[in-house]
């Protein structure tokens, strides 16, 4: 089972190779709602996946940092992570800080992320859009030269932005992954959250896990496949071929 690694000092961190994609949470578990199947299926396909929660994501009615970190672990486990931290930032007061700027900056040098992946910039949470502002001053400071952060200057190619959203829009995102041979893992990551998914919910349908699987079933709909996951981009695509679209 994978060990999560928690630390707020990325210059610890024991040596990787660097990562095909990382995926910025602002809480475990968000990697896992937003775009679990598409983090089993690229991990699949031989890609080199990490996920950064940003925060323990505690206090919660149900759980406790030693009970989440358990759930991370099996969570994690359930996807193949290549490699999962947490940055040790404040639940429930997550802020754009520079200081928070600098050590998130300072993860994307040491892992060397080809792309990062970020919440969906429009949330009722107010950990989520900090998150995301976050990462994306993050990117930048990334690639700066003259400064204490540890590791060389990197710039990460893409920054894409996942749906783990608490408001109900009816959101038009830019694609949808087709996950129809790895909703199984995403559910298994989502159920590893007990604390969070499970316990303390009624249990009548429609349930929390009803409502996700008929989510993934309508996104999946939308391109003709059994599950789907949708994503956002800020920045226009670049397609090698026609041939990339379904």
């Known amino acids: 089972m994978m060990a999560v690694v928690f630390t707020e000092s990325p210059a610890n961190l024991a040596p990787i190779s660097p990562l095909d994609m990382l995926v910025v949470a602002p809480h475990p578990d968000d990697a896992e709602l937003g775009m679990g199947g598409t983090i089993a299926k690229m991990i699949s396909r031989g890609w080199r996946v990490g996920v950064l929660d940003l925060t323990t994501g505690e206090p919660t009615p149900h759980g406790s940092e030693t009970l989440r970190r358990t759930e991370t672990n099996v969570a994690s486990d359930a996807l193949k992570l290549t490699w999962r931290g947490n940055a040790g930032l404040p639940n429930r007061s997550l802020q754009h800080t520079l200081e928070a700027r600098e050590l998130v900056a300072s993860y994307f040098r040491i892992l060397k992320p080809k792309w990062v992946f970020a919440p969906y910039w429009q949330d009722a949470h107010p950990d989520h859009v900090a998150a995301t502002d976050l990462i994306e001053a993050a990117r930048f400071w990334a690639k700066l030269s003259r400064t204490d ?45 007990e604390s969070q998914f499970i316990t303390g919910r009624d249990s009548q349908p429609p349930t929390m896990l009803d409502r996700l699987h008929d989510e993934a079933s309508n996104w999946g709909r939308l391109i003709g496949r059994r599950y789907g996951e949708p994503f956002a981009t800020k920045e226009p695509l670049a397609l090698d071929s026609l041939e990339s679209i379904l």
Do not use: N, T
């Open 149 to 193: 952060m540890p590791g060389e200057p990197f710039h990460p190619d893409r920054v894409f932005y996942y749906y783990c959203i608490h408001l109900r829009l009816a959101v038009q995102p830019s694609w949808i992954v087709d996950i129809s041979d790895h909703w199984d893992a995403k559910l298994a990551s989502i159920r590893a959250y």
